[in-house]
């Protein structure tokens, strides 16, 4: 598929965990992920984030990891990962995505939802990390899509439910990859519905090449808009997003683009003087940056002519 | 450290030392609100930290709410002053919440969500003198990750570098009850320090520091004789602290008066529901550390 963009030539998501793991999502249609026919299953590092009570400790911390996680790896998974309150929404079937290239080379793809109430019972929910990462081999497996793998994720946590006791060494996880079904369309997910959503789409697309630093507040369906940007970069790029749906923007956990579902005084506070950009989609799309320029226009023209990308 | 002088003139963080964009509100390195940057150079001299350490749950959060209220209400004679609406958020947080028979939440591992407190204390006794204190409330969660393995939170050694004293919090309840948690946690976090200082075999570590038994309404025999307790119920403690801290008191505490439990049918979880206030030595950890400063 080589460095060049693959809007066209990208395997459509299936239906199942496509509709699933959206943040406070439509219903999920019937057929999971272990109904689809596979091609291939990528073994994986695995760990969980949580809080929980053990005689080594209480709270927040990896509680599972699979033996191939290195330290640094844990360091930064600590870093990085949510802890109390940090979902957007504070309903029990809140999901969140965090996508993230770590230092050592890995990509770190993290479901979160909430499991229960906090285990001791000071209010809230306990938030839920299941995280995998992946070699970039392993990432290319699924066309460097980090909303692909967080649905495989949601799919395994809603079939097992989540892991809230100790478990020192987990077993690495098998993610099945998809068989394509190449040219036949959008599949499953819903293009954009508008033109001024599409220029969002490309806007989020623009800001991950450019490595500038976006908070998009107002976002609906967090994990389609994504899923459709980073459908829009090329594959080298797919491979540095630091990404998150659903989550409260939190500057240590060091986002490139953040989507939250409303803009909240907080989040303004946290970005004021940091060189992050805060937007919100109910305005109009910022005009694409130079270096973006040709390749949106090429994304407009196909939708004005309703290719691939365009309203059906 | 940076000092509230460059810190005002540069916009640098005075816990970490990073430079910030004018504008910013919360250091881009630590998180920590540069509001305390603008309040200390207003005061034109250096505040003096006071860290307030220990594990998850064991009450942090609640007990320095308390404590800042009762400095804020005279309590001893203290005069206590909050520089800037920030540092009253805790406070606020902690009683509003008691006051509806709730413990206030957990506080999240996310250094930008943490209270900070900067109060401007007069003491009067036994010789006046102002004090500048800030006081951070962190997660244990992160404490221990710094702990387990440093620079996880470098926010938390920053603080624990520039910290004039520090009120280590440990629960009594459960080491009464048998528990090595609360004595193995404390030791690590005291471990942590002696390891910070670089102190040679025959220096030991100055800071003062108060360990605070927390809970103590499980144990009362906690207040007659906190050193008594430590020694045999923190055993590990107790030694470290004789070997490696010339400056250590003991003291017991505790905030809540009387408990209730409830649940619910197809509840998973009992919540303990505060049903008073009974605040027994929250002041006199500080007051010690005030006075060794």
Not at chain 2, 193 to 199: L, P, T, V
Request: hydrophobic share 40%; proline share 8%; with cysteine.
């Amino acid at each position: 598929m080589g460095d060049r963009p693959v809007v066209v030539a990208e395997p459509p998501p299936l239906p199942g965990p496509a509709a699933s793991h959206a943040v406070q999502a439509e219903p999920a249609p019937a057929g999971g992920v272990a109904d689809r026919p596979l091609r291939d299953v990528i073994q994986c590092d695995q760990a969980v984030f949580t809080s929980v009570h053990s005689q080594m400790g209480e709270g927040y911390r990896l509680i599972a990891i699979s033996p191939g996680l290195r330290p640094d790896e844990k360091v930064e998974i600590t870093q990085r990962s949510p802890s109390h309150d940090s979902l957007c929404d504070s309903g029990p079937h809140a999901v969140g995505m965090l996508a993230y290239a770590m230092a050592s080379g890995r990509y770190c793809v993290a479901y979160c939802s909430h499991a229960g109430r906090e285990h001791t019972a000071r209010g809230g929910q306990r938030v839920y990390t299941h995280m995998v990462l992946l070699t970039p081999a392993d990432f290319t497996a699924f066309q460097n899509n980090p909303v692909r793998i967080h649905a495989l994720l949601a799919d395994l946590v809603s079939r097992q439910g989540p892991m809230l006791k100790v478990v020192p060494r987990v077993e690495r996880l098998g993610l099945p990859v998809m068989k394509p079904s190449w040219g036949k369309g959008c599949g499953g997910f819903r293009p954009p519905a508008s033109q001024a959503e599409a220029e969002w789409i490309w806007s989020m697309a623009d800001a991950l090449q450019s490595g500038r630093r976006l908070v998009l507040a107002g976002v609906r369906e967090p994990l389609r808009l994504l899923e459709w940007a980073v459908l829009c970069l090329k594959l080298r790029v797919r491979r540095g997003m630091d990404v998150s749906a659903g989550l409260k923007y939190a500057p240590g956990r060091r986002m490139q683009l953040v989507l939250l579902p409303k803009e909240d005084a907080q989040t303004q506070r946290l970005i004021a003087g940091q060189d992050v950009e805060l937007r919100r989609v109910g305005q109009p799309a910022p005009p694409p940056l130079p270096g973006f320029l040709p390749w949106a226009n090429l994304l407009r023209a196909w939708y004005a002519q309703r290719e691939v990308i365009g309203p059906r | 450290m940076t000092t509230y002088a460059e810190a005002a003139v540069e916009n640098s963080c005075l816990i970490c030392g990073a430079r910030n964009l004018v504008g910013a509100m919360v250091c881009c390195d630590c998180q920590a609100p540069l509001a305390i940057v603008h309040d200390v150079a207003a005061q034109e001299r250096d505040p003096q930290i006071v860290t307030i350490l220990g594990e998850s749950n064991v009450g942090k959060t609640v007990y320095l709410g308390f404590l800042l209220d009762m400095l804020t209400q005279r309590a001893a004679d203290y005069e206590a002053i909050p520089k800037g609406a920030y540092s009253v958020d805790l406070q606020q947080n902690v009683i509003s919440h008691m006051a509806r028979r709730t413990f206030p939440p957990k506080t999240a591992m996310e250094a930008n969500s943490w209270y900070w407190a900067y109060y401007q204390i007069y003491q009067r006794k036994p010789a006046p003198k102002w004090i500048d204190l800030l006081m951070p409330d962190m997660a244990g969660e992160s404490l221990a990750a710094e702990v387990s393995t440093p620079n996880t939170f470098k926010v938390i050694r920053s603080l624990l570098k520039l910290s004039a004293g520090t009120l280590l919090l440990v629960d009594a309840a459960m080491a009464a009850n048998g528990s090595t948690q609360p004595d193995f946690f404390a030791v690590k976090m005291l471990s942590y320090i002696d390891s910070m200082h670089q102190a040679k075999r025959d220096e030991r570590v100055q800071t003062p520091t108060a360990i605070v038994l927390c809970k103590a309404d499980h144990c009362p025999e906690c207040f007659d004789h906190p050193r008594r307790f430590a020694q045999a119920n923190l055993n590990r403690l107790w030694n470290l602290c004789e070997n490696r801290f010339s400056n250590v008191e003991f003291f017991a505490t505790s905030v809540v008066g009387s408990l209730g439990y409830a649940t619910a049918p197809g509840e998973d979880y009992v919540t303990p529901i505060p049903l008073h206030t009974a605040l027994q030595g929250v002041l006199e950890p500080f007051q010690w550390v005030t006075d060794q400063l």
